[in-house]
């Protein structure tokens, strides 16, 4: 099992800047890539940005410029720099992890999700 926490949402004025902090404990070594995803009232479950194993990193094209996704393997821990924040990134962001991994002949499908943190960003 993989257990995520998020830290470091809050209110902040439009341009300027949070950092988002993800700490995984338990099956670490099953991690595979890991990510942000976000949710704004009335809307569905986006994904912000991802990091894979080799240290690439995906973006949505709403924050491509603005965010920027790494991690720290000795910490088990995700961030995510948030930079020229706008109204519309307001959302609840939550930290995910693949922890897919095989099981003798069968490959088990595993996400874990964090509790999410507020993020809100003020016009």
């Known amino acids: 099992q993989v257990q995520l926490v998020e830290s470091g949402g809050g209110l902040v004025q439009a341009g300027g800047s949070l950092r988002l902090s993800c700490a995984a404990s338990?099956?670490?070594?099953?991690?595979?890539?890991m990510g942000w995803y976000r949710q704004a009232p009335g809307k569905q479950r986006e994904m912000v940005a991802v990091?894979?194993?080799?240290?690439?990193?995906d973006y949505a094209d709403s924050v491509k410029g603005r965010f920027t996704i790494s991690r720290d393997n000795a910490k088990n821990t995700v961030y995510l720099q948030m930079d020229n924040l706008k109204p519309e990134d307001t959302a609840v962001y939550y930290c995910?992890?693949?922890?897919?991994?095989?099981?003798?002949?069968?490959?088990?499908?595993?996400?874990?999700w964090g509790q999410g943190t507020q993020v809100t960003v003020s016009s």
């Open positions: 338990g099956s670490t070594s099953r991690i595979n890539a």
């Open positions: 990091i894979n194993n080799d240290g690439s990193g």
């Open positions: 995910n992890a693949d922890g897919s991994y095989y099981s003798g002949w069968r490959y088990l499908k595993r996400d874990y």
